[in-house]
């Protein structure tokens, strides 16, 4: 076994190793970095003993680090603080403590410096070579995670169809994953046996062999997607005309390269939105095939705008779907797919939670 290591990641990515022996090292002390606190909420309720329990609300964990700092110098110790503090400054934004533990597994923890780096001068905290503190972390999403994502691949195939698809979260807690549908499909549904939650996507143009739809459920980042487009916006318009079938949209110079074929996108002004699917693309110029709507000419009089990127594809998630996360452990999935063929499929990608390293 080799000795364990701890590592600070910048928020620009650079990382400082906190246990290289030479600049940085910590001391016995670490505390804070298994078990995150808990909270207990409960009510009294006349008549009743005790309380009754509503909730277990985990709490933003604190994770303490005894550092000792050296060189050779005094100016060299310096440098190496001023490393530190400036590395550590939370105005940059997030930073990730990580901790390659001393039987090789990897764990990382999104946090923000706190305290601890006012540096008490005195003989008992340093010299002209050495000084000693402890630093503060907190992690307002208190659970470590993996390095690395999972990855489970289904290929399509009517035998598996009829039988559940076991996918294992190895992870202490639940993992909110990324889905890819592998088109083509008309219709497919992902059910978590378990739980009895699914997800329905029933796009009102089948997905050919060429296409995909992303369905991310991370907290915080839940999107659809179709190949991949995110929403983008045009608003330099400079002039456009819509027939009952389609519309001829002039941008920029460069503008309409933010648009590809077979996107969604939606031409409005003040008073009128029409939807259209994007049918080629060129620099200047946008042509599009009319989804619906009334019929209206736009011009640029009227201030119209272009916006587009399958903002809108929530619309194909059916009623009663519901993003749901892997459990820990083994999770039994069941798959509807209608439309598929041998090269359609299902990715699911996740990264692991973990209560501590």
């Known amino acids: 076994m080799t000795a364990e290591k701890i590592y600070w990641i910048r928020p620009d990515g650079g990382t400082i190793d906190l246990t290289n022996g030479v600049s ?24 009743y003993p005790g309380e009754v329990l509503r909730t277990i609300k985990t709490k933003p964990r604190e994770v303490t680090l005894p550092l000792l700092v050296m060189g050779t110098s005094e100016t060299v110790l310096r440098d190496n603080l001023r490393t530190l503090t400036d590395a550590f400054n939370p105005a940059l934004g997030e930073g990730k403590l990580k901790v390659v533990t001393s039987d090789g597994l990897t764990f990382i923890l ?11 001068e005195s003989y008992d905290t340093g010299s002209c070579t050495f000084r000693i503190f402890v630093a503060t972390f ?42 890819t549908i592998i088109g083509p499909a008309s219709s497919v ?18 997905l050919t062999a060429a296409d995909s739809i992303t369905i991310d459920t991370r907290p915080g980042k839940k999107d659809i997607l179709l190949n991949q487009t995110k929403r983008v916006s045009v608003s330099s318009l400079l002039a456009s005309n819509a027939a009952a079938a389609d519309a001829h949209v002039h941008v920029a110079a460069g503008g309409g390269l933010l648009f590809a074929t077979g996107m969604e996108c939606i031409l409005s002004d003040t008073a009128n939105a029409e939807s259209f699917v994007i049918s080629s693309v060129a620099a200047d110029q946008i042509n599009t095939a009319k989804v619906g709507g009334i019929d209206y000419i736009y011009t640029t009089a009227r201030s119209a705008k272009l916006e587009g990127g399958q903002f809108n594809y929530f619309k194909y998630y059916m009623l009663g779907s519901t993003m749901f996360p892997l459990l820990p452990g083994s999770n039994q999935l069941g798959f509807s797919f209608t439309g598929g063929s041998t090269v359609s499929g299902i990715v699911c990608r996740w990264v692991t939670n973990h209560y501590g390293v």
């Not at 690395?148 to 994953?177: K, M, R, S």
Request: hydrophobic share 35%; with cysteine; net charge negative.
């Open 110 to 120: 999104n946090c923000h410096f706190a305290s601890g780096m006012s540096l008490e």
């Open 189 to 206: 549904t992902i059910t978590h046996i378990g739980t009895g939650k699914y997800m329905t996507m029933t796009p009102t143009t089948a």
């Open 138 to 179: 907190i992690a307002h999403s208190p659970y470590w995670w993996g390095p690395t994502e999972e990855e489970w691949t289904w290929t399509h195939d009517d035998a598996d169809l009829a039988n559940p698809q076991t996918v294992i979260n190895t992870g202490d807690l639940e993992a909110w994953p990324v889905w």
């Open 24 to 47: 940085y090292t910590i001391r016995q002390g670490v505390d804070g970095r298994y078990m995150p606190p808990f909270e207990y909420i409960s009510d009294a309720i006349y008549t």
